[in-house]
């Protein structure tokens, strides 16, 4: 934005401010536009925590060791696949502003599904056969491209969409509900993995906790979700 458009936004707000009141945690709820923005905002934190990122962060070493690669080689394999998330994390400085938020959100969950179905085809793979180096070597790739799209999509985009969905009256109760989205969904994550896995075995437990949330938070945020970037206090139709 130019130095001016940025001073007419910070007037506009201030004038908002004086002419309405906060809006509080539950009176959000109540109004149809505060109600839809807040939802689409929760759904976007919901795919983000559901897309795989935190098994992939956790799990990425046993992954690659019961695929055949030794324990040191699958740490040094870990390390390089910070290094690209932190890379990739840089470069999304500059991806973010080149395109619109709704097409770099959709595109990188689209990427993260389709990651996510590659992953869980290589684990049941893995059970069913005998590994190889090809499973390794493959599941390397898919991890990369993961952390890559997830690193420029929603893993910066769900920290700021909610702030830019909102106009400056709701914005501090709706980021709050994306919070406690955020915790609440990690938790029921990090306690129903291991159960899962124990029931259905890894390729079953990824799949169903991480394919069934993404492809559903996608379509919802298809049909739903405006153009947030370079509007004025959320002034847009919902």
Same mark, same amino acid.
């Given at each position: ?19 309405? +009141? ?33 098994? &992939? ?5 046993? &992954? ?130 291991? $159960? ?20 559903? +938070? ?7 979700? $405006? ?12």
């Amino acid at each position: 934005m130019e130095a001016s458009e940025v001073l007419e936004e910070i007037k506009a707000e201030n004038d908002l401010m004086e002419k309405s +009141s906060k809006i509080g945690l539950f009176e959000i709820w109540k109004d149809y536009e505060t109600r839809q923005r807040t939802i689409i905002a929760v759904i976007v934190m919901f795919a983000t925590v559901f897309s795989g990122v935190a098994a &992939i962060n956790a799990f990425a070493v046993d &992954i690659l060791e019961s695929a055949g690669l030794s324990s040191l080689i699958s740490s040094y394999i870990n390390v390089g696949l910070c290094f690209i998330a932190f890379i990739a994390s840089c470069a999304s400085i500059f991806i973010i502003d080149k395109f619109s938020r709704r097409f770099l959100l959709l595109f990188t969950l689209i990427g993260l599904f389709a990651c996510n179905i590659g992953i869980g085809i290589l684990l049941f793979i893995h059970q069913k056969f005998s590994s190889s180096n090809i499973i390794s070597y493959l599941l390397i790739i898919f991890f990369s491209t993961f952390l890559t799209l997830f690193s420029i999509g929603p893993g910066p985009l769900s920290f700021f969409i909610t702030a830019e969905l909102n106009d400056i009256n709701s914005r501090s109760s709706a980021q709050s509900w994306t919070s406690v989205t955020s915790m609440s969904t990690r938790t029921l994550l990090v306690a129903g993995f291991f $159960p899962l896995k124990t029931i259905l075995n890894s390729a079953g437990a990824y799949s169903l906790l991480f394919l069934f949330p993404v492809a559903f +938070s996608t379509l919802y945020l298809y049909f739903f979700l $405006p153009e947030t970037k370079n509007v004025l206090n959320g002034t847009y139709a919902m």
